[in-house]
C-alpha cells in the first residue's frame, strides 16, 4: 500500500534529488520514495544488528575472545 506523505527538505537536497531522478529516469516522487524505504531498511537492520550483538556479543567474546587494538582476538 503506498501512502503520500510531505516532507520538508532543504532547496540543496531537493536539487539533488531533481537531478538524481532525471538521471536515473525515474519521477521525484519515485525516487523519494525509494531513499526513503532504504533509509527505513537500513535502520532496521542496524536495530537489529544492535540486538544480535546485545544478545549473542558475550557468547562470541567467550568463544573468540575480544577485540583488541586493530581488530586482532586478544
Known sequence: M??????PIDDAAYDALVEEAERTGVTLPELAGRVLEHDVAR???VSAVGGFVTAWGPAFDEAFGTSGAGGAAA
Open 2 to 7: 503506498a501512502r503520500e506523505i510531505q516532507v
Open 43 to 45: 535502520r532496521r537492520f
